[in-house]
């Protein structure tokens, strides 16, 4: 079993800043990447940022240049800093962890409980 606290959601103001974290814990023998994904009213659920274990990142295009994700390989934990946030990065963001049970096998995705961003004047 892996169990995530996710924490840092909130409202803010157009142009403002929020800080995601999100820690898993349990039965892990290494985390192979870690990431979030968001997911608005009607609307599917979108990955925004990912970072492997060797430090390699990823954005979607949307978020390139405001929003930075980063990591605590030892504490097992990602976060997500948003910078400049707009309306449209309204959503519930999603912590998920690919997990592998031991080496040489094809990791597992777990997903956090999720954790509400708002932005509005």
């Known amino acids: 079993q892996v169990q995530f606290v996710e924490s840092g959601g909130g409202s803010v103001q157009p142009g403002g800043s929020l800080r995601l974290s999100c820690a898993a814990s349990?039965?892990?023998?290494?985390?192979?990447?870690m990431g979030w994904y968001r997911q608005a009213p009607g609307k599917q659920r979108d990955l925004v940022a990912y970072?492997?274990?060797?430090?390699?990142?990823n954005y979607a295009d949307s978020v390139k240049g405001r929003f930075t994700i980063s990591s605590d390989n030892a504490k097992k934990t990602v976060y997500l800093r948003m910078n400049s946030l707009k309306p449209e990065d309204t959503a519930v963001y999603y912590c998920y962890a690919d997990i592998r049970y031991a080496t040489g096998t094809v990791p597992l995705r777990y997903w956090g409980q999720g954790t509400q961003v708002t932005v509005s004047s």
């Open positions: 349990g039965s892990i023998f290494s985390v192979y990447a």
């Open positions: 970072i492997t274990s060797g430090g390699s990142t």
